[in-house]
C-alpha cells in the first residue's frame, strides 16, 4: 500500500486556521466561508486545505477569482511562486506538470488544479469538480449574476473528492448575497460553515510594527480599521451613511401612543422586492420607522392583502375607537400606464391595481435623489446638545440625538443604511446613493427616502379637553378663518 505524500505546512496554523481546517472537513458542510479581515491568514490556510485534499483525493480542482487579470497576478502566483514574504502555496516538489497555456497544474497524487477566471460563468460548465476555491469572493456581482456563479460552481461537483466549495473574501456590504446566504445568522443556509478572521488572529505571524499601524486606524482611520482589521460587515470605503450607528439609531420596539401621527411609504417591485414602511412621529418632530414590509415576487393583491392587515394591526393608529386614515407615499412611477388601460377605457397603472385590492391614500412622492439623500443625512446626523426622547434608548456618549430612529425589527431597512454606496461617478456623484445598487439592493432604502422627503409634521400633544367635538370644531373654525386648509392627519367630525 502507497504511503500518503506528506509536506510539511509552510506556517504553523493559528487558532482560526484550525477552526477552517474543522469546518472544510466536517461532513455537514458544502460551502466554507473564510471571511474577515486582511493579512488575517484565511488565504493560506484556505489554499492549503485545498492542497491536502488535492494531494490525498485525486480529482479536478477549481482554483478561481472573479477577473482573470486579478487571477494571474495574485492569487495563481501566490499558488505557483509566493512573493517576497511567503513561500509557494504549492511546494514545487508536489508538481509533476505546469502547462501555462492551459492554467493548469498536475500534482503527482493525480490531482488536477485548474485556474479560471469567473467573469464568464458559462465556461465552467463543462467541468466536473471535486472541489473549488473562490479567492476575493466578495469581487462578485452582489446580485444576482453573482449568486449564478456560485451556484454554476456548486452544480460542477460531480467528482471524486469533499465536492465542496472554500470561499475566501474580504466584507462587503449588508446586500450582498455571501452575506445573505453565509454570514449572517438569520439567514445563512443549511450546509454553510462560516469562519471569521480578524487582524490580531494572525499577530504572531506578522511584523509587530505593521500591527501597531494597522491597529492605529481605529482612530485614524475607523471605516479602514473596521473593514480590514475586525474584517466587519458593511463597512467599506464609500459608505453613504457614515454616521448611522446600529447602537443609536435602532431601538427596541415599544408600543406608539395612540396620538402619534402616522403614514406608509412604499417602492414597488414586481420581480424585485416591494418595500413597505410604517412610520410615526412625536411631539418632538422624531421620526420612527416602526415597521416593514419586506418581499419579492408577490402579486399586487398580495402586497395589498399584507398591506391592510398590518395597518388593521397597528400602522394605523384610532381615534375616538376608529382608525384613521393616512398618507402613503411611493415611487411616482407606480403612475405610469405603459398603455394599459382599464375595462372602463381609462389609463391602468400599478396605482389602479392598489386601489382595486383596496390600498388606497398613495401619493406620489418626491423622487429626487439627491434630495431625498441629502434629508436622510439630515435626520440620521446626531445633533450635538440635542435632548434625545425619553423612549429611545440612546448611549450616553452619543453627546446629542439624531431625528431617525428605527425599530430593531426592521431588518431590511438597517442592512440597507449600513451598505448602500454613494455614487462614485455620473452627474449624482457624491451627492446621492448609486442608482445601481439602490435598484438592485436597496428598495428599502428608495422606500425610506420617500418618507423622509414628506417632512412629516410633529404630533399634536394629546388634548385633554373634555369636550373633544368643541376643540376640534374651534381648529376647524380658525382653520378656516386663516383660508386653511385642516390636516389631512385630524380626524373629521
Known amino acids: ?141 452582489g446580485g444576482s449574476d453573482g449568486e449564478y456563479v456560485l451556484d454554476t460552481i456548486l452544480g460542477r461537483l460531480n467528482a471524486p473528492g469533499p465536492r465542496k466549495v472554500l470561499l475566501i473574501c474580504n466584507p462587503a456590504g449588508l446586500t450582498h448575497w455571501i452575506f445573505r446566504r453565509c454570514v449572517s445568522e438569520r439567514t445563512r443556509e443549511s450546509g454553510v460553515a462560516r469562519v471569521h478572521f480578524r487582524l490580531v488572529d494572525n499577530a504572531a505571524n506578522l511584523p509587530p510594527d505593521f500591527v501597531r499601524s494597522m491597529l492605529g486606524t481605529a482612530t485614524t482611520n475607523p471605516v479602514f480599521f473596521k473593514t480590514y482589521v475586525e474584517g466587519t460587515w458593511g463597512s467599506f470605503s464609500g459608505m453613504a451613511y457614515t454616521e448611522f450607528d446600529q447602537s443609536v439609531h435602532v431601538v427596541e420596539p415599544f408600543p406608539l401612543p395612540d396620538h402619534w401621527l402616522r403614514f406608509e411609504s412604499m417602492d414597488h417591485g414586481a420581480a424585485s422586492p416591494t418595500a413597505w414602511l410604517a412610520w410615526a412621529t412625536d411631539e418632538d418632530g422624531n421620526c420612527v420607522v416602526f415597521d416593514e414590509h419586506y418581499e419579492a415576487g408577490r402579486l399586487v393583491s398580495e402586497h395589498a392583502a399584507e398591506v391592510k392587515r398590518r395597518r388593521a394591526a397597528g400602522w394605523q393608529r384610532r381615534e375616538n375607537g376608529q382608525l384613521r386614515a393616512h398618507y402613503c407615499f411611493a415611487d411616482p412611477s407606480i403612475g405610469a400606464s405603459h398603455g394599459l388601460q382599464t375595462q372602463w377605457g381609462r389609463p391602468a397603472s400599478v396605482l389602479t391595481e392598489y386601489r382595486e385590492h383596496g390600498v388606497d391614500w398613495l401619493r406620489f412622492a418626491n423622487n429626487d435623489r439627491v434630495a431625498g439623500y441629502s434629508r436622510l443625512l439630515e435626520l440620521i446626523h446626531v445633533v450635538p446638545q440635542r435632548i434625545a426622547p425619553r423612549w429611545a434608548q440612546v448611549p450616553a456618549h452619543a453627546g446629542g440625538s439624531q431625528r431617525l430612529f428605527i425599530f430593531r425589527n426592521c431588518v431590511h431597512v438597517i442592512e440597507q443604511l449600513k451598505s448602500a454606496p454613494v455614487a462614485s461617478e455620473g452627474p449624482d456623484a457624491g451627492k446621492a446613493v448609486d442608482a445601481k445598487w439602490e435598484g438592485e439592493h436597496g428598495h428599502a432604502h428608495a422606500a425610506l427616502r420617500y418618507g423622509a422627503m414628506s417632512r412629516p409634521a410633529p404630533s399634536a400633544e394629546p388634548v385633554q379637553d373634555d369636550d373633544y367635538r368643541s376643540y ?16 389631512p392627519y385630524t380626524v373629521n367630525v
Open 1 to 141: 500500500m502507497t504511503e500518503p505524500v506528506r509536506v510539511a505546512a509552510p506556517f504553523a496554523a493559528n487558532a482560526k486556521q484550525n477552526e477552517l481546517a474543522e469546518a472544510w472537513h466536517d461532513p455537514a458542510s458544502r460551502v466554507v466561508l473564510a471571511d474577515g479581515a486582511i493579512r488575517s491568514g484565511k488565504t493560506a490556510a484556505a489554499a492549503r486545505l485545498l492542497l491536502e485534499t488535492a494531494v490525498e483525493h485525486p480529482s479536478v480542482y477549481l482554483v478561481s477569482r472573479m477577473s482573470y487579470r486579478e487571477l494571474e497576478d495574485s492569487t495563481k502566483r501566490a499558488f505557483l511562486t509566493g512573493d517576497s514574504t511567503t513561500a509557494p502555496l504549492i511546494p514545487p516538489e508536489l508538481i509533476a506538470e505546469y502547462r501555462a497555456t492551459d492554467n493548469l497544474v498536475r500534482l503527482h497524487s493525480g490531482s488536477t488544479i485548474l485556474f479560471r477566471s469567473l467573469d464568464q460563468p458559462a465556461k465552467l460548465l463543462g467541468l466536473s469538480l471535486g472541489a473549488a476555491l473562490v479567492d476575493q469572493a466578495e469581487e462578485l456581482d
Open 472 to 487: 376640534r370644531m374651534r381648529q376647524l373654525i380658525e382653520a378656516h378663518e386663516k383660508g386653511e386648509r385642516p390636516s
